[in-house]
């Protein structure tokens, strides 16, 4: 099992940047693979980033293309996002989460640790 604790989420006007880290416990941090999720008010837990073992690849929602990026650092056991350009749309509590069978997976189901998710609040 690892225990995943997200930071980095906050209050940021429209067109703004945010970084969050995912940080890991465990020694096999860089056998997982790893995600992003996010959940608003009133809706579904969606989808958001994906990233394979080793880091080298990496899969995105549409709505998240082009302005969000996914890394992680296996040497400090931490996954970041960096989102850009952000929208009153992306306001939404944000969770990491690990998989130990799947790489890049996209169904939260197949996911089997989560953290306690870090608010992210976009004004318009």
């Known amino acids: 099992q690892v225990q995943l604790v997200e930071s980095g989420g906050g209050l940021v006007q429209a067109g703004g940047s945010l970084r969050l880290s995912c940080a890991a416990s465990?020694?096999?941090?860089?056998?997982?693979?790893a995600g992003w999720f996010r959940q608003a008010p009133g809706k579904e837990r969606e989808y958001v980033a994906a990233?394979?073992?080793?880091?080298?690849?990496?899969d995105y929602a549409d709505s998240v293309k082009g302005r969000f990026t996914i890394s992680r650092d296996n040497a400090k056991n931490t996954v970041y996002l960096q989102m850009n350009s952000l929208k009153p749309e992306d306001t939404a509590v944000y969770y990491c989460?690990?998989?130990?069978?799947?790489?890049?997976?996209?169904?939260?189901?197949?996911?089997?640790?989560w953290g306690q998710g870090t608010q992210v609040t976009v004004s318009s």
């Open positions: 465990g020694r096999t941090f860089s056998s997982y693979g």
């Open positions: 990233i394979n073992r080793s880091g080298r690849g990496t």
């Open positions: 989460a690990t998989s130990r069978a799947y790489t890049m997976a996209k169904n939260a189901v197949n996911y089997e640790d």
